[in-house]
């Protein structure tokens, strides 16, 4: 069967290729990729190339497919795996392997390390060490969409599992966040940012009691403001609080005000800025836990930290990169509730607009870009549909607006039938 795939070559060398998959062995599956999300880890390992850890050194001779905030649906089992899989099952895909099997080791994943397989796509090969290590995942909702975050949710969710607390006295982590804690999200109106906002909201089993958010943009700030409620937070026992610190002359101070003077019990950074881990390292309380969430672009990124405050309030640090299976099911568990991620996103577009939108990802405002890999469409924000003077666009413009502005199935539903119309 032949695929379009949007390649990597070679650092910043990404092409947009047709060619024909080989046919399936008895331990794979052929897959019909419908849905994928353009994450800023694909620019970083488009920009670095064969120096990602995850990028193999031969991509010159043998590129590897990019996208790994898949979703789609199956077409073909092979014999090892029809008990548990059947054509027209739809999917979502745990890129995190963890096989040290694969063409980058421990560190290979669908999106980075394989030519087959990979969100980019309309066509992949899942190989066997996907199933293997219960990386392909059954999903049921109506859209694809969901799936396709459910991966950088997972992210997010096991960035608040990896969090961990102390006693004094005992030589014991307790990991997760403070149950009715105090927690401030800094830089945190992007799109994992508005992730761990929603999630924070609608966990189950523990929550915080305060949750300040902070950024610099107010245009941002109002847009996660109308999406995640201070009234729905209210509903919840959480006291939610955005705060633009960008437009106060003493950020930690107000932050240290708002939490009442003590500081706060989880403190997330969501941008691998020096000043903004400073200020999060400032604002912890006793025994807090700053989760330096963002990935720096660069490995000589460095920013101050108190070891006073290490010493004498233990006071800690932590970071995560990514979820494990686990987070993956629990996103597709909250998904499953209610939760809709369509927040996250701000635009849309086909296949044929990768390419240019990976390479220029951080020029490009807004949230996440939600990629239908049949359909050829330019990337186009949500809130210009209507500008566009095309009919497709005209309905999809109509039934955003329906939605509070915001992507829905209703909207894929009709872009897919309506593809061939753009």
């Given at each position: 069967?032949?695929?379009?795939?949007?390649?990597?070559?070679?650092?910043?060398d990404?092409?947009?290729?047709e060619?024909e998959l080989?046919?399936?062995?008895?331990?794979?599956?052929?897959?019909?990729?419908?849905s994928?999300?353009?994450?800023?880890?694909?620019?970083?390992?488009?920009?670095?190339g064969?120096?990602?850890?995850?990028?193999?050194?031969?991509?010159?001779?043998?590129?590897?497919?990019?996208?790994?905030?898949?979703?789609?649906?199956?077409l073909?089992?092979?014999?090892?795996?029809?008990?548990?899989?059947?054509?027209g099952?739809?999917?979502?895909?745990?890129?995190?392997?963890?096989?040290a099997?694969?063409?980058?080791?421990?560190?290979?994943?669908?999106?980075?390390?394989?030519?087959?397989?990979?969100?980019?796509?309309t066509y992949?090969?899942?190989?066997?060490?996907?199933?293997e290590?219960?990386?392909?995942?059954?999903?049921?909702?109506?859209a694809f969409?969901?799936?396709?975050?459910?991966?950088p949710?997972?992210?997010?969710?096991?960035?608040?599992?990896?969090?961990?607390?102390?006693t004094?006295?005992?030589?014991?982590?307790?990991?997760?966040?403070?149950d009715?804690?105090?927690?401030?999200?800094?830089?945190?109106?992007?799109?994992?940012g508005?992730?761990?906002?929603?999630?924070a909201?609608?966990?189950?089993?523990r929550?915080?009691?305060?949750?300040?958010?902070?950024?610099?943009?107010?245009?941002?700030?109002?847009?996660?403001?109308?999406?995640?409620?201070?009234?729905?937070?209210?509903?919840r026992?959480?006291?939610?609080?955005?705060?633009?610190?960008?437009?106060c002359?003493d950020?930690?101070?107000?932050?240290?005000?708002?939490?009442g003077?003590?500081g706060?019990?989880?403190?997330?950074?969501?941008?691998p800025?020096?000043p903004?881990?400073?200020?999060a390292?400032?604002?912890?309380?006793?025994?807090?836990?700053?989760?330096?969430?963002?990935?720096?672009?660069k490995s000589?990124?460095?920013?101050?930290?108190?070891?006073?405050?290490?010493?004498?309030?233990s006071?800690?640090?932590?970071?995560?990169?990514?979820?494990?299976?686990?987070?993956?099911?629990?996103?597709?568990?909250?998904?499953?509730?209610?939760m809709?991620?369509a927040?996250?996103i701000?635009?849309?577009?086909?296949?044929?607009?990768?390419?240019?939108t990976?390479?220029?990802?951080?020029?490009?405002?807004?949230?996440?870009k939600?990629i239908?890999?049949?359909?050829?469409?330019?990337?186009?924000a949500?809130?210009?549909?209507g500008?566009?003077?095309?009919?497709?666009?005209?309905?999809?413009?109509?039934?955003?607006?329906?939605?509070?502005?915001?992507?829905?199935?209703?909207?894929?539903?009709?872009?897919?039938?309506h593809?061939?119309?753009?």
């Open positions: 069967m032949k695929t379009k795939a949007v390649r990597l070559y070679g650092e910043n990404l092409r947009l290729d060619f080989p046919q399936i062995k008895e331990d794979e599956i052929l897959a019909k990729v419908v994928d999300s353009i994450c800023m880890s694909t620019f970083k390992a488009v920009h670095q064969t120096a990602h850890k995850r990028v193999p050194a031969d991509v010159a001779t043998n590129p590897t497919i990019v996208g790994h905030e898949f979703s789609g649906e199956i073909e089992v092979g014999a090892k795996w029809k008990d548990q899989f059947k054509p099952d739809k999917f979502s895909i745990q890129p995190a392997l963890n096989y099997g694969g063409p980058k080791g421990i560190y290979s994943a669908p999106g980075y390390s394989y030519p087959f397989i990979g969100g980019d796509a992949i090969v899942i190989p066997n060490e996907v199933m290590h219960g990386c392909l995942l059954p999903y049921k909702g109506e969409y969901p799936a396709s975050l459910s991966e949710l997972s992210c997010v969710i096991g960035a608040m599992h990896a969090n961990y607390h102390t004094p006295g005992k030589y014991v982590h307790s990991m997760e966040i403070k009715g804690g105090k927690m401030a999200l800094l830089a945190s109106v992007g799109p994992m508005l992730a761990a906002i929603s999630y909201l609608h966990r189950e089993d929550r915080p009691s305060l949750m300040v958010v902070t950024d610099i943009n107010q245009e941002r700030l109002d847009r996660a403001a109308s999406l995640y409620t201070v009234e729905f937070a209210a509903s026992g959480i006291t939610l609080k955005y705060v633009n610190t960008g437009t002359d950020p930690v101070a107000l932050l240290r005000e708002i939490s003077g003590t706060y019990d989880d403190v997330f950074c969501f941008a800025v020096a903004v881990v400073e200020q390292d400032d604002i912890l309380a006793f025994d807090g836990c700053l989760n330096f969430f963002a990935g720096p672009g000589p990124f460095k920013a101050p930290f108190n070891f006073y405050n290490v010493h004498y309030n006071t800690h640090v932590v970071g995560t990169s990514g979820g494990n299976t686990d987070d993956m099911k629990e996103a597709l568990h909250y998904m499953g509730l209610g809709d991620p927040g996250l701000t635009h849309i577009g086909g296949l044929n607009a990768v390419v240019e990976t390479l220029n990802l951080p020029n490009i405002p807004g949230g996440k939600m239908y890999t049949h359909v050829t469409m330019p990337l186009t949500i809130a210009d549909f500008k566009v003077g095309k009919p497709v666009y005209d309905e999809l413009d109509r039934l955003c607006k329906a939605h509070n502005g915001l992507w829905n199935a209703e909207a894929e539903k009709y872009l897919l039938a593809a061939d119309e753009l």
